[in-house]
T-cell receptor
Framework: ETGVTQTPRHLVMGMTNKKSLKCEQHLGHNAMYWYKQSAKKPLELMFVYNFKEQTENNSVPSRFSPECPNSSHLFLHLHTLQPEDSALYLC??????????FGPGTRLTVL | GDSVTQMEGPVTLSEEAFLTINCTYT??????LFWYVQYPGEGLQLLLK?????DKGSNKGFEATYRKETTSFHLEKGSVQVSDSAVYFC???????????????FGKGTKLSVKP
């Protein structure tokens, strides 16, 4: 238990659906991240928010839309995804220059 | 740019065997180095870290020493248990931001299986 929670833990959606992933931390961390973990590929950084401001978008397709309403919550809005977007989506947070702490992930399957 | 290279897996060991997972890095600055572990069905957990050359990180019987001369941060454990079966990731902090502020760059991960 790292103090970073994610919901839902599992999600199955069709290509025309719209869904959102939620991440929450009450650790007082200032930075929050979305990572994508696919089979046989390195962990991919998607988005970074620092003090609620997006500081990095790692060339992510626009069908993924992040939202960070405050420093404790992070969302990933999903729209018209493709089957190749099926993966484990990991949220993480960090305080200043310390280590990154990960949530348990959302296992996403796009049919 | 900065990068991390880990030994390819999977690694299969018998209980109580000695473990080494190699990790080397390329960085233009002075990064901090990390090992993360991912147990089946879970997210990544920080296992240990080192922030400067010659530092040794340790936790749960695992150790890794930051070797600047060989740009390495190999993970070791003297006697593995079945419960150590997991995927292990080496990572460094992007040195573009002075070594400690940047985002983490991960290796591809090494899967360890420990048999009873």
């Amino acid at each position: 238990e790292t103090g970073v929670t994610q919901t839902p833990r599992h999600l199955v959606m069709g290509m025309t659906n719209k869904k959102s992933l939620k991440c929450e931390q009450h650790l007082g961390h200032n930075a929050m991240y979305w990572y994508k973990q696919s089979a046989k590929k390195p962990l991919e950084l998607m988005f970074v928010y620092n003090f609620k401001e997006q500081t990095e978008n790692n060339s992510v397709p626009s069908r993924f839309s992040p939202e960070c309403p405050n420093s404790s919550h992070l969302f990933l809005h999903l729209h018209t995804l493709q089957p190749e977007d099926s993966a484990l989506y990991l949220c993480a947070s960090r305080l200043l220059s310390n280590a990154i702490y990960f949530g348990p992930g959302t296992r996403l399957t796009v049919l | 740019g900065d990068s991390v290279t880990q030994m390819e897996g999977p690694v299969t060991l018998s209980e109580e065997a000695f473990l080494t997972i190699n990790c080397t890095y390329t960085a233009t600055g002075y990064p901090s180095l990390f090992w993360y572990v991912q147990y089946p069905g879970e997210g990544l957990q920080l296992l240990l870290k080192a922030t400067k050359a010659d530092d040794k990180g340790s936790n749960k019987g695992f150790e890794a020493t930051y070797r600047k001369e060989t740009t390495s941060f190999h993970l070791e454990k003297g006697s593995v248990q079945v419960s150590d079966s997991a995927v292990y990731f080496c990572a460094l902090s992007d040195s573009r931001y002075g070594g400690s502020q940047g985002n983490l760059i991960f290796g591809k991960g090494t899967k360890l299986s420990v048999k009873p």
